[in-house]
Each structure stands twice: as C-alpha cells, then as structure tokens.
C-alpha cells in the first residue's frame, strides 16, 4: 500500500493546489513533494535488499474483462529512480518557492509539476503493461504544457514537437504492447519477464520489440529519433528541463531494460548491435553538435543525448556490466544534469539570456559561487574521475569491451574505442564551455549591472544535488549495491 | 398466441413515464403563453430523471419479464442489459435535451413539439432494449428513427435540414423494408417471432437452408443501415451535417446505440445456433466500416462531418468482438465476452462522442460554421471547455489519459485475438493508428496560437449568457460519466450478456 500511497500524496497535492488560493500555492507545492520524498526515503529503508525480486507490490485486477491489472511493485532497477523522481520533484518545488517564470500562476504550475510527478513515478512502479503504458503517457500532457506555457520564446513550436515526437513513440510502445499481448494474452510483466519470451514466436517478438525499442528510443532519445529534445529543452522552463533530463529520459531507457530486454531477450539479442551502433552515434554525434552551439540549454540538451548513448551502450552489451552501467549512468546524468540546468536557470535569471556570446564570460568574477558550481557541475560532466558522471560511463565501456555472448565481440571493441574517443570530445566542449561563460573578464556591457549571487532558496534547492554528485562519485555502490541483484536476475532469466 | 399472464407494469414503468412526459410537454406548450415556452426543459427533465429512478429501482430488483405467451417465450424482459442500455439512452437524452436548449431557443423551434419527438424515440429505445420479439422489435425501432425524421427537418428554412431528413427517411425505409423483408424469412422457417422460440427451432439441424440464412443476412442488414456501418453508411454525414446539431448529436449516439442493441438481441438470444454464418460477415463489415471510416475522416474539413465519419470508424470498432464468433462457434464464453466487450465498448462510446458534440455544441454558439479552422486557439477564448474536448478526443483516439477510449479499445482487441481473428485485431490495431492522427490534428489545434485577422472574423464573446449555461452542465455531465467509466471500467464491461437458449 505504501506504492499507492507514494501515487496518491502527489495527487492530493494536485487536488488541494486546485482547491486552495493562488498564496498557499507554493507551500502546498512544497509540502506534498516534501511528504512524497520522505515516503520515498522511507522505502529505502522498507526494501529488502538481501531479498531481491519485486517488493511491496499491490496487485488488484482492474479491467478482468482484457486481464488489466492495477499492479505495482518496486526492485532494485526502479529503486533508485524513484528516489530520484522524488527528490528531483521536490527540490523544483523548493526552487519554484522564489522563482517562476512569466506568466506566474503557481497554482497550475505546481500542479502540473505534482501530475508529472504522478505520472513519473507510476512508470517506474507499474508492474502491468497497459497500466505503464497509462503512467508513460500521463505525463505527455502537464509537461506540453510547462513548455507551452511557461516556456521561451519559440515555445508553441518546441511543445507541439515535443508532443508530436512523443505521441508518435508511444503508439508504436502500445503496439509492441498488443503484439505481446496477442501473442501471450497478458500484460503481466512478472509472468511476462519469467516466461521471457517462451510464448512469442522468433518473428513476433522481432516486431514487438521493434515497437518497444522505437517507443523508448524516442522518450530517451537515441540518436536519429533526438531531435525534439534540443527544441525542448532550450524553450522549457528551468523546472521543466530539469525533470525533462532528470527523469523523463530515464522512463525511455528504463523501459528498454525493464520491458524490451526481459520480456523479449531473443530478440534483445537480435537488435543489440544495431542499438550499440546507434548509441555510438548519439555520443558522436551529441559532442559535435555541443562544439558549435551558441545556446547554453541547447548545449546541454545535446550533451545529453550524448550521455544517453553511453546508457544505451550499456543496454547494448547485454551483460550484468552494462546493464549496471547504464542504470547507474542513468541515475548520475539525473543528478548532474539536473544540477546543470539548474545553474543554467539561474544564469538566465540574471543575464536574461542564454546566449553563451551575450553573457561573454566572467561569471567567476561576477557571481563567484554561482560559477564555481557550474565549474563543479561541468566538470562532473564530462566524467571527472570521482564525480558522478565517471563511472557509469566508464563501466558501460567495460561491457563493451566483453559483451554478452553470441554478440560480436569486434564490433563492441570498435564501439568502445568510438565512446572513448566521444568521452574525449565531452572533455572538449564541457572546457570549452566553461572557458568561454565562468573564464575571463567580465564584458563591458555587464560591468554596471548588479545582480546577486546565489540565493539560499537556489542554495538549498541544489544542496542536495551537490552532494550526490559527490557521494556517487566516490560511492557508486549506493546505486549498484542495489540494482546488481536485480541485474542479474533478469539477465540470468533470460 | 394469447398473453398468458397479466402485464408486469412495474417492468414497462420506465417507457410509459417516458412517452407520458413527451404527451405532457406536447400538451402543456399548448396552454403555456408563448413567453414562457421555456417550461417545457425541465419538465422533459424531470421525466427523464422519473424514468431513471424506475430505472435504477428495478436495477436493485430481480429480472422480470412480461407479455409472456402461453408457450413459454416472453416478449419483453428487464434485465442487466436492457437496464445498462436503458440506462444510457436516458442519460444521453437528457444530456441532449440540455444541448437542443440554445438551438430551440436561438432558431425559435416549437420547444414542445421538438420535445415530444425527442421523447417518443427515447420511448422507442427503452422498448427496443427489452424486446425479445422481431415484432416488437421492428416496431420499437420504427418508435426511435419516425420521430428523428422530423426532427432531422426541422430547421425548415435551410434546405440543407430538408435534404438531411429526406436522405434519412429514404435510407430508414428501405432499411426497415429488409429487416422486416428477413424477419418475415425467419418467420416463415420457424414459425415464431418471439426469439426463444425462434432459437429454439433454428436448433433443429432441418432448418439449415438456404433460405435461413439469407434471412438472418437481411436482418442484419436492416441494423447495418441504423448504426451506419459500410456500405450503408452514406447516410450518416449529410444527415448529420443537415440536421440540428443535438439532433446530429442523438443520432450518432442515442440511435447508433440503439441500433447495437437490437443487433445484439437479435444475434445473441435468436441467432446464437448460425455465429458461423453472421460471423464472418460481421467480421468483414467491421473491417470495412473502420478502414473506409477513418480513411474518409482524415480528410474533413468540417468538424460535424469529421465526428460523422469518426462515427462510422466507431461503429467498426464496436463490430469487431461481434466478428469473432464464426471461431467462437460452440465456445459460449467466448462469445459473451465478445457481447460483453460490444456493450462496453457502445456505452463508452456513447459517454466520449456525447461530450464532443456537446463541445461542439458550445463552439457553435460562436462560431457557427463549424468549419475545423474555427477551433484554432479554442484554449484561449474557452479554456475549460478545450480541455473537455481535448479530453474526448483523447478518448476517442484511444490514449491516455483518455483512458475510457483505451480500454474500450483494448477489450474489443482481446476479444479479437481471443477469438482467433488475428487478422481483425490487425485492420483495428492499424487503423487506431490511422485515426489518431484526424483526432490529435483537432486537439492540437485547440491549444494553437490564433491567428489574427486571416479568419476575417471579429472574434466574438463566448456565450456566456443563459443560454449557454444547460450546454456546459451537459458537457460537465459528459466529463464525469467518462472520467468515471475510465477509472472504473468494470461499471460496465462484465454486464452478464443475454442468455440465449441456442
């Protein structure tokens, strides 16, 4: 019940922001995030990590007349990402406490923000196709319109994207999801994942899997499928950039290993070169395109299809490695990113710009803490050993270096040497970066204007972010600690 | 064949307060001074709400039936589905009856006589629903489609509603003709109407002829017309683009649905023994009907015609369980599931497209073109209202968080595959994806920036006036009814379908 209860928090919030007075907005905002977090943390302590295997779980039919079941549950893979999801959440409530941009309105903005949330964590917890589906879908509707409402200039172009690129992945999901189900007639995804394919014929979980594979490929982006989130990303507000990268991303990748390759791991085979060479691609590709952005947020944006493709790499590999990897990977560019467009909000609240030639550098000198940490953000990155950036990527390029037998052992050499030579171009563009906005002098143009450092609300909405960046850093096994039973579980099923 | 026992008037109180308040409005808009014509609303209503508590009384009840003959068969029965689909025909009139509220009102219409029609077909298809007789059966259905003939005319000065009354009366005739054409067939090989016993002898392996078969054909046909499957679908869009639009409205939901329901009578009590002749035929009109439907859709320039055609693709959808049952043949489970799945899928249907002609209801007070241009920045001027719509489109298309739509669709779907009509279940799969693409078109275009000046026209106030006020209730009622059916579709998908003796 504890599942439903972590669903029902957010909602209430929801319900009670729609209720009460534009002034009580932000307080409502921050309580329910604040309760939705602390039950979060609570499951951390309720899980039994020794145990293994899907916990807590509530499992009530639903439609019995198509086998819907409302079936949640949580193991070592969602885990971590809840926690994310919630702590993320909360930290943009805090955020919003002194900052919303135009046009206002913090009732319907938390209120979105709570809905997303909903949608967020259903996807990680749901243990029933449709149900996922259901949950993967909500949240295309609140973040439309954060980015059709509060977003830049380009906005109505950037979320009528956004929703047309999303829509089109999710209606390839649903008919991987009816393939299955006709093949199967269940949407269990426990009876699912154990049967592992046995029921589907070679062909059909071919053609399954290519929906799935196309639908995540779309949410996470994979490379050619990326091109909404620049537009995204550029016109989202700072909150909704931030739960974009933070977690929205994540729902693509998490499905791939949580539904693709359990469910399908025949056909996982079959596709996991392809899905290694298109990885490789996005990582290729991402830095080149961050070398000659003149956008901040579009930078980012690029550099995390970047780091999507080091998350898919892993996938790619099949092996506890990888898979590992990537989960770990996943969580870490949650946190750095988020962290990233955090600053690069901040940035733009003073500057009024995103423009990395219109801010022309010297914000170490201007706003001395707030450029240190976009240094320390940066830096985390582009993989600085100790940070949390460093290892996900390094270990999806271990797994590529011994993938999952019976895939070709020379291509994911070739790939892993690519991904290094990508790792090397982040480095690249990430000092770049910051040579050109937190280096040098300040322009004459800023010298005059005033405008404040960072303020403790920012402070503490990033504290938390600051040190996890740290702590996974220097402690990854917080997060492979406990998605590594889990890991194996589901490759040795297969 | 003399009726056996007295009339159960408590089983038949639903019709009789429904055609007592269409004789009590006619009467009282007589004696009423012309200013205050407006009574005739809520007196309808109260009807209609009278109807709907008997209604739920004998729902706690037990099933009855009455008009029994002496041989056994009863002509009328009250049971879960007649009470599910009584339940709906009443709820859809009443939301219909808010919606005719501006339009009575703003083209000056005779409010009691408008009512009256109104009222007379929903006594139709409260019978309709409890007939287990082709008689009554063919004669309830005449009761709904007479008076929608006049009301589909009723804007007498613009030619376009005479076209729209004279294409359905042609089209409604020469339906009614083959029905009663193939119901006589059926008559004449088993010698009863009354559909037990019709079951009961179409048992007898002596009777699979021909001639049998061809009747069962006809009557099916008949239905085809009245819920505008292909090929006997033409009608639909002109009517409906001629016709009054909560006129429009009841015909594509109230009548559609009744239309299913004696497609479902017919089939599950009388013609259960032959699945494997309508089978298969039903199996090809529900491909036909959602391929030509949605193909058709996408082009629509006006929203009505784009809601007429997105109701024959519908009725497609609706088919499909109904297709299953050649396979299904001997497997009675199978194929009341199928049933099952066919009733969900007409009442969830029947909640979503309400609430989108009640949407378009609404834009109508302004923008009375209708054209699909004219919804561009709904958001803006009416953002509650866009909402809805976007809301029933969602539905309509399948997607979350319309999720009354998914899951009718994903029930039709598991019907299809459990029924080993794969490729049935293909052609829908296929062609949700197609219709997504008129649907989301429209709701997308709800939230885009308008353009300003090209339209040419001033941007006019919504209205907000009185008027309007019975047309947002009925949208408000639509929003609940499906937010309800899609967190709780089970309200309506295990309905225990009709019990045949075949």
């Known amino acids: 019940m504890i599942l439903v209860a972590l669903l029902l928090l957010p909602l209430a919030g929801c319900a009670g922001l729609l209720a009460a007075p534009d002034r009580w907005a932000r307080r409502i905002g921050v309580a329910a995030t604040a309760t939705t977090f602390g039950l979060s943390l609570a499951l951390l302590a309720a899980y039994d990590y020794h145990r293994g295997g899907f916990q807590l779980g509530v499992d009530r039919a639903w439609v019995p007349a198509a086998d819907i079941r409302f079936h949640l549950g949580l193991d070592g893979i969602s885990l971590p990402l809840v926690v994310l999801t919630t702590l993320l959440s909360f930290l943009c409530a805090v955020y919003t406490l002194k900052t919303l941009p135009e046009p206002g309105r913090p009732r319907a903005f938390l209120a979105l923000v709570l809905l997303l949330e909903v949608g967020m964590l259903g996807t990680f917890l749901a243990l029933d196709l449709l149900l996922f589906f259901v949950f993967f879908e909500v949240v295309l509707a609140p973040m439309y319109f954060l980015i059709a409402l509060w977003g830049g200039e380009r906005r109505s172009y950037a979320a009528t994207k956004f929703i047309l690129f999303t829509l089109l992945g999710s209606v390839l999901l649903l008919l991987g999801i009816l393939v299955i189900y006709a093949h199967t007639a269940t949407f269990d995804m426990v009876r699912l994942g154990r049967r592992g394919g046995a029921d589907l014929p070679r062909a059909a979980q071919d053609l399954a899997f290519l929906g799935l594979f196309l639908g995540f490929a779309v949410k996470t982006p994979m490379w050619p499928l990326h091109s909404w989130l620049p537009d995204a990303h550029t016109e989202a507000p700072t909150v909704g950039s931030v739960l974009l990268a933070g977690v929205l991303l994540k729902m693509g990748t998490y499905g791939l290993v949580r539904i693709a390759v359990t469910e399908l791991p025949a056909a996982a085979r079959d596709f996991a070169p392809y899905l290694g060479v298109l990885a490789v691609v996005g990582?290729?590709?991402?830095?080149?395109?961050?070398?000659?952005?003149?956008?901040?947020?579009?930078?980012?944006?690029?550099?995390?299809?970047?780091h999507m493709g080091f998350v898919l790499l892993g996938i790619a590999t099949l092996t506890p490695v990888g898979v590992n990897a990537a989960l770990l990977a996943n969580v870490a560019h949650g946190v750095v990113t988020g962290l990233l467009f955090f600053l690069v909000g901040a940035l733009k609240d003073r500057y009024h710009s995103q423009d990395i030639a219109e801010i022309g550098g010297g914000v170490l000198a201007k706003a001395p803490l707030l450029g240190g940490l976009l240094t320390f953000a940066a830096i985390a990155s582009l993989g600085l050993p100790g940070l949390a950036g460093f290892w996900g990527e390094m270990l999806a390029m271990l797994g590529a270096f011994r993938p999952a037998q019976g895939l070709h052992r020379g291509l994911f050499l070739t790939l892993m040497v690519l991904a290094g030579v990508g790792t090397v171009l982040t480095a690249v563009y990430l000092l770049v970066l910051l040579r050109r906005v937190t280096l040098g002098v300040v322009p004459e143009r800023w010298r005059e204007r005033r405008f404040g450092d960072v303020t403790s609300v920012e402070l503490a909405a990033w504290a938390p972010l600051l040190a996890l960046t740290l702590v996974l850093g220097l402690y990854?096994?917080?997060?492979?600690?406990?998605?590594?039973?889990?890991?194996?579980?589901?490759?040795?099923?297969? | 064949m003399p009726f056996a026992a007295s009339i159960d008037y408590a089983a038949i109180a639903p019709p009789l307060l429904a055609v007592g308040t269409a004789l009590g409005v006619l009467v009282l808009d007589l004696f009423v001074p012309a200013d205050r014509r407006g009574v005739a609303l809520p007196v309808s209503l109260a009807g209609v709400v009278a109807a709907m508590v008997a209604t739920g009384a004998l729902a706690a009840g037990d099933d009855r039936s009455t008009f029994c003959t002496a041989a056994g068969g009863c002509s009328y029965a009250v049971d879960r589905f007649s009470l599910l689909f009584s339940g709906l025909f009443l709820?859809?009139?009443?939301?219909?009856?808010?919606?005719?509220?501006?339009?009575?009102?703003?083209?000056?219409?005779?409010?009691?006589?408008?009512?009256?029609?109104?009222?007379?077909?929903?006594?139709?298809?409260?019978?309709?629903?409890?007939?287990r007789d082709l008689l009554l059966l063919v004669l309830s259905l005449e009761v709904v489609t007479v008076p929608v003939f006049v009301l589909a005319g009723f804007r007498r000065a613009d030619p376009r509603s005479s076209e729209a009354a004279?294409?359905?009366?042609?089209?409604?005739?020469?339906?009614?003709?083959?029905?009663?054409?193939?119901?006589?067939?059926?008559?004449?090989?088993?010698?009863?109407?009354?559909?037990?016993?019709?079951?009961?002898?179409?048992?007898?392996?002596?009777?699979?002829?021909?001639?049998?078969?061809?009747?069962?054909?006809?009557?099916?046909?008949?239905?085809?017309?009245?819920v505008s499957a292909v090929p006997f679908h033409a009608w639909a869009p002109d009517t409906y683009q001629g016709a009054p639009l909560p006129v429009a409205a009841f015909l594509s939901v109230a009548s559609k649905a009744a239309g299913f329901a004696g497609l479902l009578i017919v089939l599950l009590v009388g013609f259960r023994g032959y699945a494997d002749v309508w089978g298969p035929m039903l199996a090809v009109i529900a491909a036909l009907t959602m391929t030509v439907g949605n193909l058709v859709a996408l082009r629509q320039r006006y929203v009505i015609r784009l809601l007429a055609w997105?109701?024959?693709?519908?009725?497609?959808?609706?088919?499909?369980?109904?297709?299953?049952?050649?396979?299904?043949?001997?497997?009675?489970?199978?194929?009341?599931?199928?049933?099952?799945?066919?009733?969900?899928y007409v009442v969830f249907y029947a909640a979503m497209t309400l609430g989108a002609f009640a949407c378009v209801v609404w834009v109508a007070g302004d923008r009375p073109r209708n054209a699909?241009?004219?919804?561009r920045g709904l958001a803006r001027r009416s953002p509650l209202v866009a909402l809805a719509l976007a809301f029933?489109?969602?539905?309509?298309?399948?997607?979350?968080?319309?999720?009354?739509?998914?899951?009718?669709?994903?029930?039709?779907?598991?019907?299809?595959?459990?029924?080993?009509?794969?490729?049935?279940g293909v052609v829908m799969a296929v062609n949700t994806v197609v219709a997504l693409f008129y649907y989301l078109r429209?709701?997308?275009?709800?939230?885009?920036?308008?353009?300003?000046?090209?339209?040419?026209?001033?941007?006019?106030?919504?209205?907000?006036?009185?008027?309007?006020?019975?047309?947002?209730?009925?949208i408000a009622v639509a929003v609940v009814v499906t937010v309800v059916l899609s967190l709780d579709p089970e309200l309506v998908l295990h309905i225990t379908p009709l019990a045949g003796r075949g």
């Open chain 1, 283 to 306: 990582i290729i590709y991402g830095a080149l395109c961050c070398l000659v952005q003149r956008d901040i947020k579009r930078l980012i944006a690029y550099s995390s299809v970047g």
């Open chain 1, 476 to 494: 990854p096994r917080l997060v492979l600690g406990v998605t590594d039973a889990a890991v194996r579980r589901l490759l040795g099923g297969g």
């Open chain 2, 91 to 131: 709820l859809a009139t009443a939301v219909v009856l808010l919606l005719s509220e501006p339009t009575v009102r703003a083209q000056r219409l005779p409010a009691g006589e408008y009512h009256f029609l109104l009222l007379v077909s929903l006594t139709g298809m409260i019978t309709l629903a409890g007939s």
């Open chain 2, 166 to 226: 004279l294409k359905f009366f042609l089209i409604s005739v020469l339906a009614t003709a083959v029905l009663i054409f193939g119901a006589s067939l059926v008559y004449g090989v088993t010698g009863s109407l009354q559909l037990d016993q019709v079951a009961a002898a179409l048992a007898r392996p002596r009777l699979r002829q021909p001639v049998t078969s061809a009747g069962i054909a006809l009557v099916i046909v008949g239905f085809a017309f009245k």
């Open chain 2, 310 to 344: 997105s109701s024959v693709a519908q009725a497609g959808y609706m088919l499909v369980p109904l297709g299953v049952a050649a396979s299904a043949y001997g497997r009675a489970r199978v194929l009341d599931d199928a049933a099952a799945a066919t009733l969900g």
């Open chain 2, 372 to 375: 699909v241009a004219d919804y």
């Open chain 2, 392 to 424: 029933f489109l969602a539905c309509l298309a399948g997607l979350p968080p319309g999720l009354a739509g998914l899951f009718a669709k994903v029930v039709v779907f598991s019907a299809a595959v459990r029924g080993e009509v794969v490729w049935l």
């Open chain 2, 442 to 474: 429209l709701a997308a275009l709800l939230f885009a920036p308008e353009d300003r000046g090209s339209a040419g026209v001033p941007a006019v106030e919504p209205p907000d006036g009185p008027a309007s006020r019975p047309v947002a209730v009925a």
